[in-house]
């Protein structure tokens, strides 16, 4: 099945910095690779997702690129705010099965100091 | 429109009880996952639904655990009898047609002393 790694596990930046989240993945069949982040005493929200078909997407200060020859993909955030500190997941869908199963990487603790 | 609803959102619970975690997806959502966070292994996938049918429980830890979805508006995940290393949070997820988003509810923490 799919292996999901995910670096750092923790990230500590200054207000305004950008940060950078990095994931491999292990089967080169998937094809979308969103990325989650959840705020303490919640569930994970999806904030930004990629498909195979392109390299890189961006939503305002988040980005994602993808490099499908390496299989890994990153999350980068411009101009930190500390309402960006919370846990951030990237996930890769197993794409041999129709139904999209979502496997995760083990999560990055994001903490943004004023 | 309501978000994915699960209840109980804390259960603490003896070693030995019966533990039943419910979830209501989101209207017109046709799969539904669910899932378990602890700091250790992260967000686990123990088994998920496609149109009310079991489509993968290779994640369930084992025959202690149990899910079942009898409509397109609700699953419950019953631990019987529970064990103080099922102590996690526990989420359901649901999604529409295709891989996509998924939606979470806000977990259910579960504490077996």
């Known amino acids: 099945g799919e292996n999901v790694e995910q670096h750092p596990s923790t990230l500590s930046v200054q207000e305004g910095d950008s940060a950078v989240i990095k994931c491999t993945y292990s089967d080169s069949a998937s094809n979308y690779f969103p990325w989650y982040k959840q705020e303490l005493g919640k569930g994970p929200q999806l904030i930004i997702d990629?498909?195979?078909?392109?390299g890189e997407k961006k939503d305002q200060r988040i980005a994602v690129t993808l490099n499908k020859t390496a299989k890994h993909f990153s999350l980068h955030i411009t101009e930190t705010q500390p309402e960006d500190s919370a846990v951030y997941f990237c996930?890769?869908?197993?794409?041999?099965?129709?139904?999209?199963?979502?496997?995760f990487g083990q999560g990055t603790i994001l903490t943004v100091h004023p | 429109d309501a978000g994915v609803i699960q209840s109980p959102r804390h259960e603490v619970t003896e070693m030995g009880q019966e533990v039943t975690l419910r979830c209501k997806p989101i209207s017109g959502h046709n799969s539904l996952f669910w899932y378990r966070q602890t700091m250790m292994r992260g967000l686990e996938l123990l088994i998920y639904f496609n149109n009310n049918v079991p489509i993968d429980d290779s994640g369930m830890p084992e025959d202690r655990f149990s899910a079942k979805m009898p409509n397109a508006s609700f699953s419950t995940l019953k631990i019987q009898p529970s064990e103080p290393r099922d102590s996690a949070v526990y989420f359901c997820?649901?999604?529409?047609?295709?891989?996509?988003?998924?939606?979470f509810g806000e977990g259910s923490r579960l504490t077996v002393l």
């Open positions: 997820a649901s999604r529409g047609q295709g891989p996509g988003e998924l939606f």
């Open positions: 996930a890769a869908s197993s794409a041999g099965t129709s139904y999209g199963k979502l496997t």
């Open positions: 990629i498909r195979s078909n392109v």
